[in-house]
């Protein structure tokens, strides 16, 4: 069942108006795109550090199996330090900055041929303190870990006994377990994706699924992981619940996937306001052509929510990173894509930064269907600028230019400068001695000046790279000396 709460025009110009003064007041964010180049990979979880830069946690595909990847950047996306953690088939699902500056980091790990819960304490430079595995059942996965307010940790996820079911995990602040509660039954599937902390209450949402009919499904606990209501919330398909988030009034805003609501059974974007009691205020969906998922959502204030996934919106079985600005009634205001010269991406992630802006993350599908990393840095409207591209001048050049690149030998990154007399379609492509293709970046169409790309080759051997610059029909090739 849908419910659509109207709200004034005068409200809702308000709105607009104080978005529209709170982005040219942070106009001067910095904001930026990067993909990093791995051989398989996605970002699942990222978000700011008390240093202005940010965490990201993933997994990447090495030697065959899946390894936990932790990587902390500066504020321009710049990559600080990269940790491969785990032995085979390990997988990071959500990472937290804890109050000691460090990180935990949670996910699954193989041993012995079962999956284990996995949880990983760091400090600042990622070298881990301690790790621990919880075992409660032959398939068992951590999805989320928050810190509680005694130094210790919330972990939810799933365990496999007999049927998929719920897990809670309570643990100290050396890893030790405290409290461990399962809730599942026979023939039925419940799953937690996320879970979120009041004063007094734990909040968690992920999907249910009986007799044929899967549906949003909430928890309200206590934090002894005690239940005080459950919830199942959607329509007559296929919901199922990604994300959630607590407003100042105590009100949740979840966030999912929906197949209920439209005639053509496609997946929608499905949002709903629902109070503490677990009863629906609204609930809203959104959708393009095509097929769209939303996997993160945060209250910015109590006004406004941000929203994030992916949108196949062309209905062109090409996926775009999505983002979008939301009222307190679930009208959208504001909505970007992203779609960075590849042949698909999407958001597992969104958090709020300190300068009004939001840090995403997840994945871009390249030629030969090769996922690899994703974050972006966008500001107060969703924007960011293209990958590492920038405009350094707006005096028009006489014409087209490539200029050497600099510094030149350089470790890990180098700027690339270029001069465009008219607006023209602009590409990059980086190849390596052997001809073989290492980034190829569509910028698509840009105004005539000057421009600056950073070239930021963390993941690449040492070695001599050629970059072309295509602008329209001209072109221009320098010669780089990568030396680590």
């Given at each position: 069942?849908?419910?659509?709460?109207?709200?004034?025009?005068?409200?809702?110009?308000?709105?607009?108006?104080?978005?529209?003064?709170?982005?040219?007041?942070?106009?001067?964010?910095?904001?930026?795109?990067?993909?990093?180049?791995?051989?398989?990979?996605?970002?699942?979880?990222?978000?700011?550090?008390?240093?202005?830069?940010?965490?990201?946690?993933?997994?990447?595909?090495?030697?065959?199996?899946?390894?936990?990847?932790?990587?902390?950047?500066?504020?321009?996306?710049?990559?600080?330090?990269?940790?491969?953690?785990?032995?085979?088939?390990?997988?990071?699902?959500?990472?937290?900055?804890?109050?000691?500056?460090?990180?935990?980091?949670?996910?699954?790990?193989?041993?012995?041929?079962?999956?284990?819960?996995?949880?990983?304490?760091?400090?600042?430079?990622?070298?881990?303190?301690?790790?621990?595995?919880?075992?409660?059942?032959?398939?068992?996965?951590?999805?989320?870990?928050?810190?509680?307010?005694?130094?210790?940790?919330?972990?939810?996820?799933?365990?496999?006994?007999?049927?998929?079911?719920?897990?809670?995990?309570?643990?100290?602040?050396?890893?030790?377990?405290?409290?461990?509660?399962?809730?599942?039954?026979?023939?039925?599937?419940?799953?937690?994706?996320?879970?979120?902390?009041?004063?007094?209450?734990?909040?968690?949402?992920?999907?249910?699924?009986?007799?044929?009919?899967?549906?949003?499904?909430?928890?309200?606990?206590?934090?002894?992981?005690?239940?005080?209501?459950?919830?199942?919330?959607?329509?007559?398909?296929?919901?199922?619940?990604?994300?959630?988030?607590?407003?100042?009034?105590?009100?949740?805003?979840?966030?999912?996937?929906?197949?209920?609501?439209?005639?053509?059974?496609?997946?929608?974007?499905?949002?709903?306001?629902?109070?503490?009691?677990?009863?629906?205020?609204?609930?809203?969906?959104?959708?393009?052509?095509?097929?769209?998922?939303?996997?993160?959502?945060?209250?910015?204030?109590?006004?406004?929510?941000?929203?994030?996934?992916?949108?196949?919106?062309?209905?062109?079985?090409?996926?775009?990173?999505?983002i979008r600005l939301i009222d307190y009634s679930g009208n959208v205001?504001?909505?970007?894509?992203?779609?960075?010269?590849?042949?698909?991406?999407?958001?597992?992630?969104?958090?709020?930064?300190?300068?009004?802006?939001?840090?995403?993350?997840?994945?871009?599908?390249?030629?030969?269907?090769?996922?690899?990393?994703?974050?972006?840095?966008?500001?107060?409207?969703?924007?960011?600028?293209?990958?590492?591209?920038?405009?350094?001048?707006?005096?028009?050049?006489?014409?087209?230019?490539?200029?050497?690149?600099?510094?030149?030998?350089?470790?890990?990154?180098?700027?690339?400068?270029?001069?465009?007399?008219?607006?023209?379609?602009?590409?990059?492509?980086?190849?390596?001695?052997?001809?073989?293709?290492?980034?190829?970046?569509?910028?698509?169409?840009?105004?005539?000046?000057?421009?600056?790309?950073?070239?930021?080759?963390?993941?690449?051997p040492s070695g001599i790279y050629f970059c072309k610059i295509i602008?329209?029909?001209?072109?221009?090739?320098?010669?780089?000396?990568?030396?680590?």
């Amino acid at each position: 069942m849908k419910s659509f709460k109207s709200h004034s025009k005068f409200i809702g110009l308000k709105i607009i108006l104080f978005i529209l003064i709170t982005g040219n007041c942070y106009g001067q964010s910095i904001t930026w795109q990067r993909i990093l180049n791995n051989n398989y990979g996605s970002l699942y979880q990222a978000q700011q550090t008390n240093d202005g830069g940010y965490i990201a946690v993933g997994s990447v595909r090495m030697n065959n199996t899946d390894k936990m990847y932790l990587t902390k950047l500066d504020n321009e996306g710049i990559t600080e330090w990269i940790k491969i953690i785990g032995d085979i088939n390990t997988e990071g699902t959500w990472v937290i900055e804890t109050n000691d500056n460090g990180f935990a980091v949670c996910g699954r790990t193989d041993s012995a041929g079962w999956n284990k819960c996995y949880l990983v304490k760091t400090d600042s430079l990622g070298n881990i303190l301690w790790q621990k595995m919880y075992n409660v059942s032959d398939m068992d996965r951590a999805n989320c870990v928050k810190q509680t307010s005694d130094g210790g940790f919330i972990i939810a996820g799933i365990t496999f006994p007999l049927e998929i079911g719920v897990l809670f995990l309570k643990i100290d602040s050396l890893g030790n377990l405290i409290l461990q509660k399962t809730y599942y039954s026979n023939q039925e599937t419940k799953i937690i994706r996320e879970i979120a902390f009041t004063q007094n209450n734990i909040y968690a949402v992920g999907g249910y699924s009986a007799n044929n009919q899967t549906d949003v499904y909430l928890m309200k606990l206590d934090f002894n992981l005690d239940t005080i209501w459950t919830k199942r919330i959607g329509g007559n398909n296929t919901d199922i619940g990604y994300s959630l988030d607590i407003d100042n009034a105590n009100q949740i805003i979840v966030t999912g996937d929906s197949r209920s609501y439209n005639v053509n059974n496609k997946y929608e974007t499905f949002v709903s306001k629902i109070d503490s009691n677990g009863s629906v205020i609204w609930q809203r969906t959104y959708s393009g052509l095509g097929r769209e998922s939303c996997k993160t959502i945060r209250v910015i204030n109590d006004s406004l929510y941000v929203v994030s996934g992916s949108s196949d919106s062309l209905n062109n079985n090409t996926n775009k990173a999505k983002i979008r600005l939301i009222d307190y009634s679930g009208n959208v205001l504001f909505e970007n894509s992203y779609l960075p010269g590849t042949i698909g991406a999407g958001f597992e992630s969104t958090e709020l930064t300190s300068d009004n802006g939001f840090i995403s993350s997840g994945y871009v599908i390249q030629n030969g269907a090769v996922e690899n990393m994703y974050i972006v840095k966008s500001d107060s409207l969703l924007k960011a600028q293209p990958i590492g591209l920038l405009n350094i001048s707006e005096n028009i050049p006489q014409n087209f230019k490539v200029y050497q690149n600099y510094p030149n030998p350089f470790n890990p990154v180098t700027s690339i400068n270029f001069d465009i007399s008219t607006k023209t379609d602009v590409k990059l492509i980086i190849y390596n001695s052997l001809g073989q293709t290492v980034e190829n970046i569509d910028f698509g169409s840009q105004n005539a000046g000057s421009y600056n790309y950073k070239w930021h080759s963390s993941n690449i051997p040492s070695g001599i790279y050629f970059c072309k610059i295509i602008a329209g029909d001209s072109f221009n090739v320098i010669k780089m000396i990568l030396l680590k």
